[in-house]
């Protein structure tokens, strides 16, 4: 019998994906409830031939060097800012991800901490809980209307596009900005402006680009003084794209109404500020938490780690 690759996996997976993966795999995966460092992740790597990793997983130059059988990293999500591209060229590394099975539970979160943000839904909750409420009031907790207001999304990829078609039924007006404009256009009835236009007309901005050095940190003090004093920011795409201080600074001195946030600068850890800023709705990472995503997610990064070793394209690539 020939001997089967070995398979590193960085997380406990679904047991249906793993028993597919160790059909054609020697399978090792973390069955902890805690991430490996980087360290670890390297003594653990350096005899696999693939590598299943999550976008908290570190791939870089210091982890290809210690991983010389390594031909395949399979990442179970869409981003892969996490891994150095350049580096796995460099080593004749394929690299695979999983676009599209996330695309619609994601924009269904933004949407959540749209709303939940714009009508103050945390806040509120937190004050009910605390025994506070004493009375029906006319001012109580007014938040932002979504009904024909005007959207904006930055980046509109796939994620973007979804979110936008969900903004008909709220007979929003849509604006976006990407690098460049959207084919789907038309169909979206979304309207390409400068990103500084999109930021100062829209009453809620919702980022959906992806992270790189030229993302990082797309709002900040500048780009939040454009907004207008009741708008509410979602971020649902990744962490530091929005400069997590600038943000909290901004809302703790009402120079915009609310956020909400799935995504942070250095998670798991939160700048504190952001826990005692007002109008804020925090989630941890969950934009494509639904099961269906998430399996669905985690059986593409299988189908990729498959087709590699059966040496057929892979279903999902990422052009190194
Ligand atoms: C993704 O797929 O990039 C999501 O952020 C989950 O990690």
Not at 104 to 125: G, H, K, N
Not at 179 to 194: C, D, K, T, W, Y
Request: a negative charge.
């Amino acid at each position: 019998m020939v001997a089967r690759p070995k398979l590193l996996v960085t997380r406990r997976i679904f047991p249906e994906v793993l028993e597919r993966l160790e059909a054609h795999f020697e399978v090792a995966s973390n069955q902890d409830d805690e991430e490996w460092s980087a360290e670890a992740l390297r003594a653990r790597v350096s005899d696999c031939e693939a590598l299943f990793v999550v976008a908290s997983d570190r791939v870089d130059a210091a982890l290809l060097g210690a991983a010389p059988k390594l031909r395949i990293v399979s990442t179970g999500s869409v981003g892969y800012n996490h891994i150095d591209l350049a580096a796995c060229s460099a080593r004749g590394v394929v690299v695979g991800n999983t676009p599209d099975v996330l695309t619609e539970a994601t924009a269904d979160m933004a949407w959540t901490l749209l709303m939940a943000a714009a009508r103050r839904v945390s806040e509120s909750e937190r004050w009910l809980r605390d025994g506070q409420w004493k009375r029906w009031a006319f001012d109580q907790f007014l938040g932002a209307d979504l009904f024909r207001s005007t959207l904006g999304i930055i980046g509109m990829g796939r994620i973007g596009s979804a979110v936008a078609r969900r903004a008909r039924g709220f007979e929003m007006t849509v604006l976006y900005s990407n690098r460049s404009r959207a084919a789907n256009e038309a169909e979206l009835g979304a309207q390409f402006v400068p990103r500084d236009e999109l930021l100062a007309r829209a009453d809620h901005v919702v980022l959906v680009l992806p992270y790189s050095q030229a993302t990082h940190h797309t709002i900040g003090e500048r780009e939040l003084a454009l907004m207008k004093p009741t708008a509410t920011l979602v971020n649902i795409a990744r962490g530091g794209i929005v400069d997590d201080a600038a943000l909290a600074r901004a809302l703790e001195e009402g120079r915009i109404a609310a956020a909400g946030l799935d995504v942070y600068e250095n998670e798991p850890a939160l700048n504190p500020a952001l826990l005692d800023a007002p109008g804020i709705v925090l989630t941890p990472h969950i934009g494509s938490a639904t099961r269906s995503s998430r399996v669905g997610m985690a059986m593409l990064a299988a189908d990729n780690l498959i087709a590699f070793a059966e040496g057929r394209p892979l279903p999902a690539p990422v052009r190194v």
